[in-house]
T-cell receptor, first 116, second 117 residues
Framework: AQKITQTQPGMFVQEKEAVTLDCTYD???????LFWYKQPSSGEMIFLIY??????QNATEGRYSLNFQKARKSANLVISASQLGDSAMYFC?????????????FGGGTRLMVKP | DSGVTQTPKHLITATGQRVTLRCSPR?????VYWYQQSLDQGLQFLIQ???????AKGNILERFSAQQFPDLHSELNLSSLELGDSALYFC????????????????FGAGSRLTVL
């Protein structure tokens, strides 16, 4: 089974509007972390936001917030006031505490396109 | 600039050849990870090193090997290259080897794009 599922291969959003990128995950580990990364067309992977499984509040970083619904195993990324520079691929990732290392498992990504 | 340096940025080679990708982690980071990003497989974890020792192994082919040196830089060696090895190879680094903390975020380099012809 897929550990991280991003069901939206591509999305459009109007500049200055908010957009939600979906992510669902599957784990039996009670301790885990959820991450979002942005990959612009230039290729680099940019860390956006982190949510720990025991965190009581949803994470926020500037225009990014994470809508964490633990019972539903979802960790959706909300981008407020979209900008043209937000056009990129967005990846959701999970780190489980029971893995030997610190590696992340990534979803397939969502391509976001911001329309002027 | 993320602080993680990968060389070369682009590499074109032929099937059957061997290449070495190099990574210098961010200052202070002890852990190095290698990921492969291809169109059909997405982002796949290959291998992790922590302070010179292998920590975790993912979907790394036997034709591939890696190591982390005493100065903490890492190299990924790809041999007997096949067309399907064409991909973007990322190195990432983090402070610690494990644990679920927001402080232990993976910082990625810009990647090395390998094209096998």
């Amino acid at each position: 089974a897929q550990k991280i599922t991003q069901t939206q291969p591509g999305m459009f959003v109007q500049e200055k509007e908010a957009v939600t990128l979906d992510c669902t995950y599957d784990t039996s580990d009670p301790s885990y972390g959820l991450f979002w990364y942005k990959q612009p067309s230039s290729g680099e992977m940019i860390f956006l936001i982190y949510q720990g499984s025991y965190d009581q509040q949803n994470a926020t970083e500037g225009r990014y917030s994470l809508n964490f619904q633990k019972a539903r195993k979802s960790a959706n990324l909300v981008i407020s006031a979209s900008q043209l520079g937000d056009s990129a691929m967005y990846f959701c990732a999970m780190r489980e505490n029971n893995n030997a290392g610190n590696m992340l498992t990534f979803g397939g990504g969502t391509r976001l396109m911001v329309k002027p | 600039d993320s602080g993680v340096t990968q060389t070369p940025k682009h590499l074109i080679t032929a099937t059957g050849q061997r290449v070495t990708l190099r990574c210098s982690p961010r200052s202070g980071d002890l852990s190095v990870y290698w990921y492969q990003q291809s169109l059909d497989q997405g982002l796949q974890f290959l291998i992790q090193y922590y302070n010179g020792e292998e920590r975790a192994k993912g979907n790394i082919l036997e034709r591939f090997s890696a190591q982390q040196f005493p100065d903490l830089h890492s190299e990924l060696n790809l041999s007997s290259l096949e067309l399907g090895d064409s991909a973007l190879y990322f190195c990432a680094s983090s402070v610690a080897a494990g644990g679920n903390s927001g402080a232990n975020v993976l910082t990625f380099g810009a990647g090395s794009r390998l094209t096998v012809l």
